[in-house]
């Protein structure tokens, strides 16, 4: 079974500190992993997967399949960081299910 | 504009009366799916979709129903709704395995089953 842990439920950060949210998972294949951003009333969107290796909005992700983990990080947390973000897990080959963790609500004080 | 569109938006109805929730997307994809979005959950996958045809559980799909006749629509359909069902549902599409990159959701339906 996949499973994906997200173990803070807010994290709260001031503007310029730096940003890591923790995602762990548990597969025993071959997994893709994803981070989604959900803005306040807005649509879930797709941040990054690792398969691309990109930086999106400044965010960086790295799996580390010895600690099977896929945290977010970003140096700098700006306002408009502050959403509901998600990681996620599929098996690699492309049509298989998606399993989400819980969610991390990220709060950026002024 | 590449969008899924999901209709409705609000949906209030009662114990035992089927309904269907639509989902369209103008973008091709071959991979369609149903979420489900619950305080503390999180989104939980109900069914996926591979391709015309071809449709797979995920990880809480029981008392729901999906097809996928055309590649373009997926909708989601509850037989017998229950007060359980109340939850905010997504439609996504996304072009895994054809070397895209970027899912797309729906806007969201919000199900209230009384």
């Known amino acids: 079974a996949q499973r994906v842990t997200q173990p803070e439920k807010l994290l709260s950060v001031f503007k310029g500190a730096p940003v890591e949210l923790k995602c762990n998972y548990s597969?025993?294949?071959?997994?893709?992993l994803f981070w989604y951003v959900q803005y306040s009333r807005q649509r879930l969107q797709l941040l990054l997967r690792?398969?691309s290796r990109e930086s999106i909005k400044g965010f960086t992700a790295d799996l580390n399949k010895g600690e099977t983990s896929f945290h977010l990080k970003k140096p700098f947390a700006q306002e408009e960081d502050s959403a509901m973000y998600y990681c996620?897990?599929?098996?690699?080959?492309?049509?298989?299910?998606?399993?989400f963790g819980t969610g991390t609500k990220l709060q950026v004080i002024p | 504009e590449a969008q899924v569109t999901q209709n409705p938006r609000y949906l209030i109805t009662v114990t035992g009366k089927k309904l269907t929730v639509t989902c369209s997307q103008n973008?091709?994809?071959?991979?369609m799916s149903w979420y489900r979005q619950d305080p503390g959950l999180g989104l939980r996958q109900i069914y996926y979709?591979?391709?015309?045809?071809?449709?797979d559980k995920g990880d809480v799909p029981e008392g729901y129903k999906v097809s996928r006749k055309e590649k373009r629509n997926f909708p989601l359909i509850l037989e017998s709704p229950s007060p359980n069902q109340t939850s905010l549902y997504f439609c996504a599409s996304d072009p895994r395995g054809t070397g895209g990159s970027e899912a797309f959701f729906g806007q969201g339906t919000r199900l209230t089953v009384v």
């Open positions: 996620a897990l599929s098996p690699s080959g492309g049509y298989q299910k998606v399993t």
């Open positions: 973008m091709n994809h071959e991979y």
């Open positions: 690792h398969i």
């Open positions: 979709s591979m391709n015309v045809e071809v449709t």
């Open positions: 597969y025993s294949g071959s997994p893709e």
